[in-house]
């Protein structure tokens, strides 16, 4: 085995320590007291993103409960190499900032419209005009507001009060705004910088606040603890309490060998399903990469680091990384099969992830595989003969076929009757779906 596969959970978990996030922390604290300016959350707002206007209405209450700088920079074409199939993304974000609208009480009517690209080019090359003016949230607002027919004012009305940049002057600001992102070490528009690190929308809102909660930041208004209700849902402790849905619908869960935010959901899911007796098809498909679809070492890198936030928000051990990627896959999804005609496909997953994303097992090597079989009840002497079975292939296209048939490309995803929904962060929005049937549901 070469050596830098047997370094790779070892130096895994070192790029994604909290202690060394921490020490990082530490040293920008101490530049910040020494230069206030640093002292800044920048906005990377992109006017025709749905979670960029709704992580923009939650900006008023965060300046007011946080002493922070807020400074905007304006975002529009994203790189094509880290957004993958912009168009089904376009698509399902329209739905999902609905969802997100409701449950933060924010504007974003049922019947809104994504705004077409060249009001987008307009619209910041009006803020790019306006950048450097005193209460430029205000204008930002309204602005995008306007943009998307949120407003009483049209956007019609607004270009004609503010006025536009030249369209060389608006592509030059615009090719040093994405510079400006991509060099800070980002891909994506919705995103909060502080410090050396990102945070996207609504989603994570709740972890820089709680990177915020310290003497001479959180101003003595701020509740923390509404922002741990607000911005960071997280299910409710499992009881025999809840109340029951009247019915409940079978469940396809999609998910990735390779993907941390799998790992993040598959407990979860599963042990929401056993507590309201949901049927749960498990559906494993293929890496993206080995589907075309590219991942930068950008997004390789902000994903990672982000997961292992997550994890710990929910307690679950995270860090110890072993790509699967290669023969690693074809084996775990050949072993899937085996699992599933045991009847314990949802332990085989479970200890799988938790091999692969929090303990460095390498499932090329069969003395892991091994460990990872027998934790999830089943035999490896059976196991093994399983290893050479090509079956697992056709499964894969199957599941991806199903995936892209309800609009989606990534994972996890969720199908719920006709709810979809793709995250681990949507997982209140299930348990939501599902409660819908209970005489006390929402």
């Known amino acids: 085995m070469p050596l830098s596969r047997m370094l790779m959970p070892l130096a895994a978990q070192f790029i994604t320590s909290p202690k060394l996030r921490k020490f990082k922390r530490g040293w920008f604290e101490i530049k910040r007291r020494l230069v206030p300016s640093l002292n800044t959350v920048i906005f990377y707002h992109r006017v025709n993103d ?86 430029l949230l205000h204008l930002v607002t309204e602005v995008t507001s306007a943009l998307w027919g949120c407003s009483t004012t049209t956007f019609e009305s607004c270009m004609k009060r503010y006025g536009t940049l030249s369209d060389r002057e608006t592509q030059a600001q615009l090719q040093y705004a994405s510079a400006d992102l991509a060099s800070r070490g980002h891909y994506n528009s919705a995103m909060l910088y502080y410090g050396g690190e990102w945070y996207w929308g609504l989603d994570r809102l709740g972890h820089l606040a709680d990177r915020l909660h310290k003497h001479g930041i959180l101003r003595a208004s701020g509740d923390i603890a509404d922002y741990q209700r607000q911005y960071r849902h997280v299910l409710q402790s499992y009881n025999t309490l809840r109340p029951r849905p009247r019915q409940v619908k079978p469940l396809d869960f999609f998910f990735s060998f390779r993907s941390p935010y799998s790992y993040l959901a598959a407990d979860r899911v599963f042990k929401l399903a056993e507590l309201y007796k949901i049927p749960v098809n ?30 710990e928000k929910y307690n ?5 990384i072993c790509d699967p990627l290669g023969d690693g896959i074809h084996r775990c999804m050949a072993l899937f099969l085996y699992a599933q005609s045991k009847g314990r496909e949802k332990e085989f997953v479970v200890s799988t992830l938790s091999g692969i994303w929090a303990e460095g ?30 079956d697992w292939r056709e499964l894969a296209q199957h599941n991806a076929d199903d995936l892209a048939e309800i609009g989606l490309w990534g994972v996890p995803a969720f199908k719920y009757g006709n709810l979809v929904l793709w995250g681990q962060d949507r997982l209140w929005a299930l348990e939501k779906a599902v409660l819908a049937g209970s005489p006390n549901g929402t």
């Open 50 to 135: 749905p979670y960029s206007y709704l992580l923009l209405q939650a900006m008023p209450r965060f300046l007011e409960d946080f002493k922070v700088n807020l400074q905007f920079r304006f975002v529009l074409d994203l790189p094509e190499s880290d957004i993958s199939q912009p168009a089904l993304l376009e698509q399902y974000a329209l739905e999902d900032a609905k969802r997100l609208a409701a449950l933060h009480d924010l504007m974003f009517p049922a019947d809104v419209e994504q705004p077409s690209y060249d009001d987008a080019v307009h619209a910041t090359s009006i803020l790019f005009k306006h950048q450097n003016r005193s209460q």
């Open 282 to 311: 498990v559906k494993p498909i293929m890496p993206m990469v080995t589907r075309g679809i590219p991942l930068s070492k950008t997004k390789r890198g902000y994903i990672v680091r982000d997961a292992r936030r997550e994890a």
């Open 361 to 390: 097992l390498d499932v090329n090597r069969a003395s892991h595989l091994k460990i990872i079989l027998e934790r999830a009840g089943l035999n490896w002497q059976d196991g093994q003969s399983w290893l050479g079975n090509e």
């Open 316 to 320: 679950i051990p995270f860090g110890k």
